[in-house]
């Protein structure tokens, strides 16, 4: 009984969950990055930066450039490095 009933939520989890956000590509951390990506297809900090401010367009397909993305991603990443640091 337990271990269908386990089986059946790793199940659940890998049909229903990405571990990385379908925009940025960086992975799934927070609670609250797998709650916006449930809603949104994205991970929280995506979801603050452009899903937010645009929640009907977002859910109409709406999605930033290609070309503002990397940018995005590109500062995303940078200012990661630059957390880390400070915290070291
Ligand atoms: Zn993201």
Redesign the pocket.
């Known amino acids: 009984m337990s271990t269908s009933l386990k089986i059946r939520i790793i199940d659940d989890i890998t049909v229903k969950t990405s571990f990385f956000?379908?925009?940025?590509?960086?992975p799934l951390l927070t609670h609250k990055d797998f709650k916006q990506h449930k809603e949104y297809e994205?991970?929280?900090?995506?979801?603050l930066t452009y899903a937010e401010a645009r929640r009907k367009e977002w859910k109409d397909g709406w999605r930033p450039k290609q070309t503002v993305l990397e940018e995005y991603i590109y500062s995303r990443k940078s200012s990661k490095t630059a957390r880390s640091n400070n915290e070291l």
């Open positions: 956000c379908n925009l940025c590509g960086f994205c991970c929280n900090e995506c979801y």
